[in-house]
């Protein structure tokens, strides 16, 4: 961790395979650049992603993409499985990221509010293969290129239970546009807060963009936006050493007195009483 900007300082060429145990302590949001994986054998599992909550239980499998903030809310006392994360230069070195690309976004894209609850038979395929992996891991010079493919095999297999079982993962355009504009927010935040910058880029009218909030999510897309970056300063504010101020201009507001306004409105607390706050 870079305590300065708050961000994980990760190797660009990057794969790792853990007990799911590895990320329990992770209850502070963090964004790196990896794309990260949770297939949970018993017990269950509550994620953060980007200001959503997505339970994964037993015999469940979800994937998130690189540069959101993750965290996790809290998890069940038996909780078990595995946690895989990985870059997209491993995948250039590897050369999957052309083949595996287009798996990856169709898989997140449903997973954008739910994991994936496998049939019996991939289940316990799934556990074979990650525990597998898991074991070539650990072996001192393991080949990376049995890492790739067995990386490509199981999202092969999470995609083709996807296909076969009709999953469409835009259910329709509000949400596919809500989707980009989430996506969007979290990749520009810092630099712009108007929500006419992000209609512009999609190709719609601020009206459009906030209809389709609104049918997805219940909210504006005014609300969205501030929710973005009242995460995004949460962040700073927890896992920087950034002062107060530094962060106000950071999440491009003009002066400190205004980031103070709108953090307080949003949570009650002062952007200092927050940070002070040891929960």
């Not at 997505?54 to 078990?80: R, T, W």
């Not at 999202?155 to 076969?164: A, D, F, P, S, Y």
């Not at 209809?211 to 219940?218: E, H, P």
């Not at 949460?234 to 896992?239: A, D, E, H, M, P």
Request: hydrophobic content about 35%.
């Amino acid at each position: 961790m870079d305590k300065k900007s708050g961000t994980m300082i990760i190797p660009e060429m990057y794969f790792e395979i853990e007990d799911i145990k590895h990320i329990l302590s992770r209850t502070q949001p963090v964004r790196n650049n990896l794309h990260e994986i949770v297939f949970l054998t018993k017990g269950h599992l509550i994620r953060n992603v980007n200001l959503r909550s997505i339970q994964v239980n037993s015999h469940e499998f979800h994937l998130a993409l690189k540069n959101q903030l993750i965290s996790v809310e809290g998890y069940s006392q038996d909780v078990s499985g595995f946690y895989c994360c990985f870059s997209d230069q491993f995948l250039e070195s590897m050369h999957l990221k052309n083949d595996i690309d287009q798996d990856l976004s169709f898989i997140s894209s449903y997973m954008y509010h739910y994991p994936l609850r496998l049939p019996k038979n991939l289940d316990e395929r799934m556990n074979t293969l990650f525990t597998f992996l898991w074991k070539v891991c650990r072996q001192e010079g393991g080949p990376a290129q049995l890492h790739a493919a067995y990386l490509l095999l199981i999202i092969r297999e999470i995609r083709q239970l996807m296909v076969n079982s009709g999953f469409d993962p835009y259910p329709s355009k509000s949400f596919l546009l809500v989707k980009r504009y989430t996506d969007l927010l979290v990749e520009h935040i810092r630099q712009h807060r108007n929500v006419s910058f992000y209609a512009e880029k999609l190709g719609v009218t601020t009206d459009q963009l906030n209809k389709a909030v609104k049918a997805t999510l219940g909210k504006t897309s005014v609300t969205l936006c501030n929710e973005i970056c009242l995460s995004e300063a949460k962040f700073q504010l927890k896992r920087s050493y950034n002062p107060v101020s530094d962060i106000a201009y950071l999440l491009g507001f003009s002066e400190p007195t205004y980031f103070n306004r709108f953090f307080k409105k949003l949570t009650g607390k002062t952007p200092l009483e927050y940070r002070n706050n040891p929960l």
